[in-house]
């Protein structure tokens, strides 16, 4: 279970996405699943993408889902936009 924040980064996943496929192991995500989906579709051993909404109210386009798949970003990039306005809103003063 690849933590995409903990792990490296991208560069970090693909490293060990490469050791996982070597091994023969599935690979699923740990958060962050708008990054995790994207990552989860150049991985040969995908498995589970673990979802949480929880940054979807300060996203400009939250991850979409449709009969229980994720619908990666298109967009180049990321996949993460941060709407502004809602972070403001949110955040700790």
């Known amino acids: 279970m690849l ?12 490293h060990a996405v490469s050791q996982t496929e070597a091994a023969g192991l599935p690979v699923s995500s740990h958060l962050c699943p708008e990054l995790s989906a994207q990552l989860l579709t150049v991985s040969p051993q995908a498995h589970w993408l673990e979802y949480q909404d929880w940054a979807a109210p300060i996203l400009q386009r939250p ?31």
């Open 63 to 93: 991850l979409k889902l449709k009969d229980g798949f994720a619908l990666p970003q298109k967009e180049a990039g990321c996949g993460i936009a941060w709407d502004k306005d809602a972070v403001e809103r949110y955040r700790l003063r």
């Open 3 to 14: 933590d995409v924040m903990k792990i490296g980064g991208i560069t970090g996943w693909l």
